[in-house]
């Protein structure tokens, strides 16, 4: 099993050198690769902020587009849903994964080919089922909308990668694993678990009546726990030490915390369905393991602000730190927020409210997207050997997103609850709910607006930086491997 | 239904038995101790500890990094 197996000397003693010439190697030998997983990310992006815009939209204008069944909001949700999950968040999340486990690794990719095709056929995947969900042809399962011939598609592409990250592990260089590819591992063996569980439990040979119900949330919760957040935290995990130069605080936690998210994690999903036709041990057990995830956070919480104590000052000069920062910082609150919704007293005031979707773009968004963003300002200068071309638009981006991500939770937050307590009142008539929470739905649409605007700036950003517009990267310690004189080596 | 579950049986006693193996494998490599040691991988000669490794592509941010690293 392991690559150290004759009498290995202790981890301390063989700590090699990776030289700039092994990492311009590495980067070099991903470019081409994830240069195309970053722009298809991005692409979604894009298409997933218009379609979760329009469907914002239509919340206060109902009447809005309706002349067309694919514009209608049944079909635009779950296509904004999809697109930023599957097209978005996880094409974008393959790409960090790969990056960070050839470096961790210290192997270059000896197989661009498997991974440019494990992104196009991905790829091409998303693009048949969100024309699939648009044009009518969607299964009613929330997270799953994708139709059954889209599954093996998607299936093939996830395992081209999930086999390779496994054999790169299998030849990396020795030495310490570091925390990073403990959260990889575990994410890349997850992934195909939870999809082709809930594919043959809901799709294939369907379990009968509330236990799909059981099935869904099983694999919605578990598709941002045990997939988006593993990739998310081995990001943080090695950005943030990286980045200003000083070693995570306690590795101790780190890895407390890795151990504790993978025993306690895939029981949280039930807690969607407190108050359902569920034994009642299920929905406890979902309650303790969900109020027990303050375990594996207060760790990472922990960790990573003793990590940054005394070097808060980079966070207004590096843009990879300050989108890692605050994703880091989000995946607390965020975390702690789930944790207390889980409790069935708070629980029966935000169920069904706008407080859920708060919580969910708070996690999917304000942690695991300002999460990516931050690691992909840090890896495609290394992978294309040009600075971003313009400070400014980092700026913009980061200012942008931020604010549009807190104004957004913010907004649905307080109207959630103020919905939450109308539902609760029997004086009040169920329409008067929805009044409540209406001009709150304004600003959500707004906050959609200022949202896609980020995205449309570091679209641009991209594309600038492909067409070459920065300065060539020389400098030896900002920006360190790629220069001149170790590309001519 | 059969096919099905015994399918999720397998896959079930291969993933928790990977958990298992990973887990025994990790200590008995000495993975588990000298837990310092493990987060210092990550540098190395080139970038070493106390080296920042990323800023604003401007020269101000540029010096101000400089600035602080010294301090």
Known sequence: MSAATVAAPHPSTRLEVLSSQERYDIDR????????????????????????????????YPGLL???????????????????????????????????????????????????????????????????ILAGDSRSVEWLEFPGYVTPILFFAYSLVGVWAIVMFRFRKPGHVYVSQWYLLAAVLWFPWLYATAN??????????????????????NALGLWFTPIGLASAYYFI??????????????????????????????????????????????????????????????????????????????????FTVFGAMTYTLVSAQGSTMAIPALNSLTHFTDYTVGHSHLGLYGFFTMMMFGAMYYIIPRLTGWEWPSASLIRWHFWLAATGIVLMVGTLTVGGVIQGFALRDVEVAFMSSLHFASPFRYVRTLTGIILTAAHVVFAVHFTLMLLRAGEQKKSPTLLATPNKELAAV | METGIILLAVGFFLLGGSALAAFFWAVRDGQLQ??????????????????????????????????????
């Open chain 1, 66 to 132: 309706d002349s067309e069944a694919w514009l209608t909001f049944g079909r635009m949700r779950p296509a904004h849903l999809n697109v930023v999950a599957y097209g978005w968040a996880s094409t974008a999340g393959l790409g960090v994964a790969i990056w960070l486990m050839a470096r961790l690794c210290r192997v270059p990719l000896r197989s661009p080919k498997l991974i440019i095709s494990a992104g196009l056929i991905w790829n091409v995947g998303v693009l048949i089922g969100t024309l699939a």
């Open chain 1, 29 to 60: 030998s991903l470019r081409g690769p994830l240069l195309i997983f970053f722009g298809a990310a991005i692409f979604w992006l894009l298409i997933g902020s218009i379609l979760g815009t329009l469907a914002a939209f239509k919340m206060n």
């Open chain 1, 241 to 322: 030490p990286k980045v200003i130069g000083r070693p995570i605080h306690s590795y101790y936690l780190s890895i407390l915390g890795f151990w504790s998210l993978a025993l306690f994690y895939s029981w949280n999903g039930m807690h969607h369905l407190i108050g359902g036709p569920f034994p009642a041990w299920m929905i406890s057990a979902a309650v303790v393991a969900s109020v027990m995830m303050f375990i594996p956070v207060l760790t990472v919480a922990i960790n990573h602000h003793m990590t940054m104590r005394g070097n808060f000052a980079y966070l207004k000069w590096s843009p990879t730190l300050r």
């Open chain 1, 200 to 221: 043959i439990l809901l799709i294939w040979q369907p379990a009968q009546g509330s236990a799909q119900a059981a099935v869904n949330w099983w694999y919605g919760h």
């Open chain 2, 34 to 71: 000298d837990l310092p040691a493990g987060s210092r991988v990550i540098f190395d000669d080139q970038e070493p500890i106390g080296e920042v490794t990323d800023c604003f592509p401007d020269k101000r941010s540029r010096s101000a990094v400089k600035q602080l690293m010294k301090s």
